[in-house]
């Protein structure tokens, strides 16, 4: 199966960027937000090779991808890999679902 070209919603590049800078700006480091940097694209990179990988939401057509306090929700087409959240886990879950309707 040939691997998928990643493509992050806005929402979720967001989301993203906004919790980089928390911990960017919480442990005065970018040791943490490069590890999660990190690991949050070798998941996608992981979902674009086999989009199965992951267990299914409770959304239509929708995939998550656990990575400790955090995940990476996702819709898979026959051409790329549409990332919708990344989603601290310690949140409140009706923002998520919130986010994930409108998606």
């Not at 943490?32 to 990190?38: A, N």
């Not at 057509?61 to 310690?90: C, Q």
Request: overall charge positive.
């Amino acid at each position: 199966m040939a691997k998928k070209k990643i493509v992050w919603t806005e929402t979720a590049a967001r989301q993203r960027r906004s919790i980089l800078e928390y911990w960017l700006h919480r442990n005065k480091s970018n040791t943490y937000p490069l590890k999660l940097l990190r690991l949050s694209n070798e998941k996608a990179n992981q979902v674009a090779a086999n989009p199965l990988l992951y267990k299914a939401a409770d959304f239509p057509d929708t995939r998550v991808a656990a990575m400790g306090h955090f995940s990476l929700f996702y819709k898979a087409t026959d051409e790329r890999i549409i990332i919708t959240a990344f989603w601290d886990n310690r949140q409140d879950p009706e923002k998520l679902f919130e986010i994930l309707k409108a998606q």
